[in-house]
């Protein structure tokens, strides 16, 4: 078992990161340990393979319509904005002109009305319960980073 | 005489002042850091393009809330790995899908190989392979650490101040992730 001192001190040496000092500890410990040994060639070939690698560039021309892209989506946002605004006021309007047109009417069926109090009702628990969750639960909720 | 670029704090001032030119020129500035730190921990060309310019947007709609005597980039990057983790959790299976992308790990010894030998050209290949999936499947944050150190080339108290872990956790995140690849690599190390 390698302790974490150890651990650190190899991942310092490979990454060129370590004290003089602290690299004659490590070199005593690793010249004492066939354990270490073992896990600081291991840990050595793998510098020498993953140090070849990069990662893959995207080609030139992304560069050029970057900003551009950004600036799109700024826009969008805010034209989204409104569309959301404008929608749900529009739809409020038109549902609320509705429900009072079926209530006010003396010629609608009891079931309308009847069916109409309940779409409200349960609607309106939705919302509630779907707000909640957002704003409390997910809120309070330690594991919600976690990967689930 | 060439004019002096202004600095990022001067830049987030105007950005702060309604100034788009600006965050242009912050996004002129960051965008290739912003994209290869996404690709890094989503492993595809496209959901780093798309998740490192919706940082940028983000960015801009919270730009009241920037600290503009602190780095630029660091406080882009808390927003940007948000996003690259959320991203993740959406995609479960995403070990398949990164199987599937077009290749986002290249590796240099592979292309100077390929003109040398061929049967080293093929061990190469299995390597970047096995490399690619080991990351693949790697935790979130061991994987962060380890491509901003191995791929982006930062110092661990770099890494540290951007992630806000001790340099401790830095190494220990790093000896973590190494061992898994060490492991997946076994006899091709």
Redesign the interface.
């Known amino acids: 078992m390698i302790d974490?001192r150890m651990?650190?001190l190899?991942?310092?040496a490979l990454?060129g990161?370590i004290a003089k000092r602290d690299r004659r500890e490590l070199d005593a410990a690793i010249e004492a340990s066939d354990d270490l040994e073992g896990e600081w060639d291991?840990?050595q070939?793998?510098?020498e393979?993953?140090?070849?690698?990069?990662?893959?560039?995207?080609p030139d021309r992304?560069?050029q319509d970057?900003?551009s892209?950004?600036?799109s989506?700024?826009e969008r946002?805010v034209a989204w904005i409104f569309l959301t605004v404008g929608a749900v006021v529009l739809v409020s309007w038109s549902v609320w002109q509705a429900v009072d047109e079926i209530f006010q009417s003396s010629d609608a069926p009891w079931f309308l009305k009847v069916g109409t109090v309940s779409l409200i009702v349960g609607t309106v628990i939705l919302l509630v319960s779907v707000i909640r969750e957002k704003v409390f639960v997910n809120r309070r909720n330690p594991y919600k980073?976690v990967?689930q | 005489m060439a004019r002096e670029e202004p600095d990022d704090r001067t830049l987030v001032l105007r950005v702060q002042r309604g100034d788009h030119e600006a965050f242009g020129v912050l996004v002129d500035r960051h965008m290739r850091r912003a994209y290869f730190g996404a690709l890094g921990l989503v492993g595809s060309h496209d959901d780093a393009l798309d998740l490192s310019q919706d940082a940028f947007v983000r960015a801009y709609r919270a730009r009241d809330s920037i600290d503009p005597d602190r780095p630029f980039y660091a406080w882009l990057y808390q927003i940007l790995r948000r996003l690259c983790f959320n991203h993740l959790r959406d995609h479960r299976n995403r070990a398949r899908r990164l199987r599937e992308a077009h290749p986002w790990l290249a590796d240099d010894a592979w292309s100077a190989a390929g003109r040398a030998d061929p049967a080293i050209t093929v061990e190469r290949e299995e390597i970047r392979t096995r490399v690619r999936d080991s990351l693949a499947l790697m935790p979130e944050r061991e994987r962060e650490v380890f491509v901003l150190k191995e791929f982006e080339g930062l110092k661990y108290r770099e890494i540290g101040e951007l992630l806000h872990i001790p340099i401790g956790t830095v190494m220990s995140r790093l000896y973590s992730a190494r061992q898994r690849l060490a492991n997946q690599l076994g006899d091709l190390l």
């Open positions: 974490e651990r650190n190899m991942m310092a990454d990161e291991r840990l070939r793998l510098k393979v993953t140090g070849t690698m990069r990662l893959e560039s995207p992304i560069w970057y900003w892209s950004v600036y989506r700024m946002g980073d990967h």
